[in-house]
């Protein structure tokens, strides 16, 4: 089975089951226009490699090796969607089709460099968050200065402090943004290795509020999607 395919199943789940989900083989067969035979039998293939969690008439998920590398071509994709709509300027409608075909020979050092002159984004230009990166820096303005293109890879994953759940205790490692967003969550106290715990979580997209030293913070969602921890 082609690398291209894999990464293109590993994306598809991704985009319906998303990290602890289930995706049933007709939803993916619909999503790749493929047949539900087909797609059976690449599941078991992926099973083998330890991509996927997949049982007959049941459904398949993402094992974390499976949504490491899932994530990482969402990263990719949505880096090129970018680059296409801002920089070359082409149709939105057609950037999407044009990522697909490009990201499967993007490189891990390239991906840097677009992400370096790009910026650092968050978002697709349709609005999708553009997962982190992989690199062991503490925030984006430390990769921007950084003249070396092969900094060294994290030993752990990192996940937005939005994903935790109730009452999870993690440790900020990175912080998306320029220096504006570090100094104002340096003034809330919430600097890189520090401690904190999610209390409660508002519906609607709305704020967090968050124990930090033994005390309650409550932190917009908007700048929360921007604090990435690891899990303690």
């Keep these: ?3 291209e395919h894999i990464e293109e199943y590993l994306e598809a789940i991704y985009d319906i089951a998303g990290r602890e989900g289930t995706a049933k083989t007709t939803e993916i067969a619909e999503h790749l226009k493929n047949a ?3 797609v059976t039998e690449a599941f078991q293939r992926m099973k083998q490699k330890g991509l996927v969690r997949y049982e007959s008439h049941k459904g398949v998920s993402l094992t974390a090796k499976g949504y490491k590398a899932a994530t ?3 990263r990719k994709h949505r880096l090129l969607e970018v680059f296409l709509d801002k920089m070359l300027h082409l149709p939105r409608e057609k950037v999407h089709e044009q990522a697909c075909k490009m990201e499967h020979t993007l490189t891990d050092e390239t991906e840097t460099a677009l992400c370096k002159t790009l910026k650092g984004p968050t978002e697709c230009p349709h609005g999708s968050p553009i997962p982190p990166c992989n690199l062991e820096v503490k925030n984006c303005q430390e990769c921007f200065s950084e003249q070396n293109p092969t900094l060294e890879k994290r030993d752990k994953d990192i996940i937005a402090i939005t994903s935790l759940k ?3 205790k993690a440790k900020i490692v990175f912080v998306r943004g320029g220096g504006s967003v570090m100094q104002r969550l340096c003034d809330l106290g919430l ?3 520090t401690i904190i ?9 709305g704020p967090i509020e968050i124990c930090v030293r033994g005390c309650k913070l409550v932190i917009g969602r908007g700048i929360a999607e921007k604090i990435f921890v690891q899990k303690t």
């Design 36 to 38: 539900p035979a087909s």
């Design 1 to 3: 089975m082609p690398q």
């Design 166 to 168: 109730h009452g999870e």
């Design 72 to 74: 990482k071509m969402k």
């Design 197 to 205: 715990s999610l209390l409660r979580e508002a519906p609607m997209n």
């Design 191 to 193: 600097t890189n290795g």
